[in-house]
Nanobody
Framework: QVQLQESGPGQVKPSQTLSLTCTVSGGSITTNYYYWSWIRQPPGKGLEWMGA???????YYSPSLKSRTSISWDTPKNQFTLQLSSVTPEDTAVYYCAREGGSSYYDYWGQGTQVTVSS
């Protein structure tokens, strides 16, 4: 089966850039017609879709985060990356990567990684 694993620092200082990598095994990130998404969950709140990169390499972003979000990939390593700039404590959350199929259905998820924004 497909497995996803998030990696990156667990703490980021305010105003810096959060960078996370999702490593995918068991399937290629270029396989039609999947999207590879970043989703986060702040403490006590629901899931928030941040953006995704498609099998074609096209990236899509939540309007609320578009100005400071970048999603890219490294296909030889079967990885995709999230960069969130100018972070504040409101960006503290568990960050997940997930595979999205049709109808916005997420069939595979990483375990999530806690990111805390603080000084």
């Amino acid at each position: 089966q497909v497995q996803l694993q998030e990696s990156g620092p667990g703490q980021v200082k305010p105003s810096q850039t959060l960078s996370l990598t999702c490593t995918v095994s068991g399937g290629s990130i270029t396989t039609n017609y999947y999207y590879w998404s970043w989703i986060r969950q702040p403490p006590g709140k629901g899931l928030e879709w941040m953006g995704a990169i498609a099998y074609s390499g096209s990236a899509y972003y939540s309007p609320s985060l578009k100005s400071r979000t970048s999603i890219s990939w490294d296909t030889p390593k079967n990885q995709f990356t999230l960069q969130l700039s100018s972070v504040t404590p409101e960006d503290t959350a568990v960050y997940y990567c997930a595979r999205e199929g049709g109808s916005s259905y997420y069939d595979y998820w990483g375990q999530g990684t806690q990111v805390t924004v603080s000084s």
